[in-house]
């Protein structure tokens, strides 16, 4: 992203969140914010209409996500972190009480979101911080001070870092016994099919062009090795077909297809 503007990919992740609700009206995740605070009205929206691949993509992981996060607030994690927040609205819908949402991101997509929050007319619940960390420059493990484990969101994030960006954030997630993270990650273009790897590259292109490419792809065993090493365990990984089949009722998938995942795991 360029200095002082908000990310690019950012808005982009945001339009396809809001579209679902339009498209697929939220079947997968429904958020009654996600319209509201890009402050377009559907006819802007869907002059554009994103892809529906990409699309429900992104409905499908933030539901993993928030689905996780229940599961370890009932098991009485109190903290929340936001890694990469973008215009994420879960902190301002946030449905249980007494849980503390950090939202962590580079300073300027921060500041951008805040404006939008009150363009929109959404408060800020008392139960939010914001925290300004560029995570290619600055150490996560320094900035964050919290005192108890906590659940770490961090969706749409992992293929814009370089390698040792991605590992300094990961070793900071896993420094206290107790801490969960969900992320994204992508298979490298190479294992694709002809048509999906020019899709991929297509894109990969388009996002390189605004000044935000992606820079780190990995396989299963290859992220499961690096979690396994940093003490995590109870790891979840689902990629295209376990996604199909949880989300969409598919089982024709083969279970090996590539293409994006979303993981969880626990230290």
């Not at 946030?94 to 929050?117: Q, S, Y």
Request: glycine share 8%; hydrophobic share 40%; net charge negative.
């Amino acid at each position: 992203m360029k200095s002082g503007e908000p990310s690019r990919t950012a808005m982009s992740a945001a339009r396809y969140r809001a579209a679902h609700q339009i498209l697929e009206h939220g079947k997968i995740f429904q958020d009654p914010l996600a319209v509201r605070i890009l402050g377009l009205d559907e006819q802007e929206l869907l002059a554009d209409a994103p892809r529906r691949a990409m699309r429900v993509f992104i409905a499908a992981r933030t539901r993993f996500a928030e689905d996780a996060l229940a599961v370890a607030y009932s098991h009485g994690v109190r903290e929340m972190v936001v890694l990469g927040a973008g215009l994420d609205t879960f902190a301002y819908r946030n449905p249980h009480p007494g849980l503390r949402v950090t939202e962590i991101d580079h300073p300027d997509t921060g500041a951008w979101k805040r404006t939008r929050l009150a363009e929109s007319g959404i408060a800020i619940p008392s139960s939010v911080r914001y925290l300004g960390v560029d995570f290619e420059k600055e150490s996560l493990a320094e900035r964050l001070d919290l005192t108890e484990p906590a659940f770490f969101l961090w969706l749409g994030v992992v293929p814009y870092l370089t390698l040792d960006g991605f590992a300094a954030t990961l070793e900071a997630i896993a420094d206290r016994p107790g801490n969960e993270v969900v992320f994204d990650y992508a298979q490298s273009p190479s294992r694709m099919s002809p048509e999906r790897r020019e899709a991929l590259e297509a894109r990969a292109a388009r996002v390189a062009k605004i000044g935000e490419p992606w820079l780190t792809y990995f396989e299963p065993d290859e992220i499961a090795t690096r979690l396994t090493g940093l003490g995590f365990g109870d790891l979840e990984d689902l990629g295209p077909a376990q996604l199909a089949a949880r989300f969409f009722g598919r089982d024709d998938i083969p279970a090996d297809t590539p293409g994006g995942h979303v993981l969880r795991a626990r230290r």
